[in-house]
């Protein structure tokens, strides 16, 4: 910020010095010259104080890098799918498809098992088959595995940062809002299946080129499309499991 500060001051005495040595009519009277001065002066502050605010807004936060913009209550995505976020240009992106595969293992139909070294998430269909879907996971020093089941499922969820993670970053000096409502910014995606009591559950997500990653605080991650056909699919109370 203080980088900005100085090219803005830059900018603004520039300006000035140029002005200062522009030739002036003599029919023109020195009180239109200064007017014009205070004109430039203004619209170049007002420049250099703008520099700040689009240098914060590319700053993203862990474990999204997304920007919170207070004025819209939505979260701000710092890079298209084919852009990196420092700038360069990311191979473009396709989704992982999902497909069905043959599941050996005995666990009841409707169960969900979830593979985080993988990262692959296994919807049982029975009869050794399993639908099999990409998925996103914890990042490191972040993953977990256990056993639980589908407590809820939510459409277009609302996003409630847990008191953890908004401490988190805010020692950082990124602050999270307490509340963001469901829809195309949230960072919940389409649809949320809750696991048990806990706070983690497997939802969607409006970066779907970072499905197949291990970059979130916790939860399973999937495209909006997958997320909505899972969500079909599975019932409250069905068995789910997380394994490394």
């Known amino acids: 910020m203080d980088a900005w500060m100085q090219k803005g001051s830059v900018l603004v ?3 000035m010095i140029l002005l200062a040595n522009l030739p002036v009519p003599a029919n023109v009277a020195g009180r239109k010259v200064r007017r014009l001065c205070a004109s430039v002066l203004i619209a170049a502050t007002s420049i250099a104080a703008m520099a700040p605010a ?18 819209r209550n939505v979260l701000v995505s710092p890079s298209a799918p084919n ?41 049982v269909l029975g009869n050794g088959r399993a639908l099999r879907y990409a998925v996103g996971v914890g990042k490191e020093g972040l993953e977990w595995s256990g056993r639980d089941t589908i407590s809820s499922k939510r459409h277009w969820p609302d996003w409630r940062p847990p008191a953890e993670m908004r401490s988190r970053e805010a020692s950082k000096g990124r602050f999270l809002p307490a509340h963001v409502e469901g829809g195309p910014n949230n960072p919940l995606g389409a649809r949320a299946l809750y696991i048990g009591n806990t706070l983690y559950r497997v939802h969607g997500t409006n970066q779907p080129w970072t499905v197949g990653q291990a970059n979130s605080s916790g939860c399973i991650r999937m495209t909006n499309e997958d997320v909505i056909d899972l969500y079909d699919r599975v019932k409250v109370g069905a068995q789910i499991i997380v394994r490394h």
């Open 13 to 15: 005495a520039a300006i």
């Open 54 to 71: 689009q240098a914060q807004s590319n700053s993203g936060y862990d474990p999204r890098s997304w920007t919170y913009d207070p004025a």
């Open 83 to 123: 852009q990196t976020s420092d700038g360069g240009i990311r191979r473009e992106w396709s989704a992982i498809p999902r497909e069905i595969v043959h599941f050996s293992e005995a666990q009841p139909k409707g169960s969900i098992v979830i593979n985080t070294t993988e990262r692959r998430l296994y919807y």
